[in-house]
């Protein structure tokens, strides 16, 4: 039996693991889903590993700026057992947090948004209908989408909490944007898995 043979045998038992979710929570599914994240875990720490550490190696002025400051970090987290040293460790903890926000949120603002009000502006009445028209629904699925997050209400003489009469019209439109997008991710993600599946059972039983 070749490489081939047997990558394609796994890949196959786990595609029906994976599958197996459909008939309920089982061991066959729990092992899947442990394999896949052991296999990214140890492909995001290889892959840090020879982009960050090894490069930062190679300088012994970057070891102190970068390198050591991590391995500080790293052994403030094993401190957490013990109670008298908590502290510490949630430092380190709210530093964590607090770099992976900021990445989090300049990741968003220059991947997402920033391309999105760039398109947005690019609006022109002498385009087609069609591109206009998309154009249009894309400015006003972004607004009302990021104004369906805008929590502010008022009490009414009832007692009862309320959105104002401007986001009580503005938030279900935005909602359902939102219900449609989650839509089509959740439906693109059957689709990709069954195209998957379909692919390798005509491998197993096709000519």
């Known amino acids: ?14 595609t029906l693991a994976v599958f197996s979710y459909l ?4 061991m066959l599914y729990r092992l899947a889903v442990s394999i896949f994240v052991g296999l990214v875990a140890a492909f995001t720490t290889t892959v840090t590993t020879q982009s960050i550490i090894l490069p930062l190696l190679e300088d012994a002025t970057l070891i102190f700026i970068f390198l050591m ?14 109670r008298q040293l908590r502290i510490l ?6 530093f964590l947090i607090a770099v992976g926000t900021a990445a989090a949120v300049v990741g968003a603002v220059r991947g997402t948004l920033i391309p999105l009000v760039a398109d947005t502006a690019q609006i022109s009445l ?9 154009r249009v629904v894309l400015v006003i699925g972004v607004a009302t989408s990021l104004l369906y997050f805008n929590y502010s209400a008022r009490q009414t003489e009832e007692g009862e ?8 019209v503005i938030a279900p439109i935005g909602q359902g944007f939102i219900v449609v997008t ?10 990709t898995s069954l195209t998957i599946l379909t692919g ?8």
């Open 182 to 191: 989650l839509g089509a991710l959740y439906g693109a993600a059957i689709l």
């Open 161 to 168: 909490i309320e959105r104002g009469r401007i986001m009580s």
């Open 89 to 94: 460790t949630n430092i380190a903890l709210g």
């Open 126 to 134: 002498s385009d087609d209908p069609l591109t206009l028209f998309s």
């Open 200 to 207: 390798q059972l005509d491998m197993l039983f096709g000519s």
């Open 69 to 82: 400051p991590a391995v500080v970090l790293a052994l403030l987290l094993f401190l957490k057992p013990i």
């Open 1 to 14: 039996m070749t490489l081939d043979n047997i990558g394609f045998w796994i890949s196959l038992t786990l």
């Open 23 to 26: 008939l309920g929570d089982n």
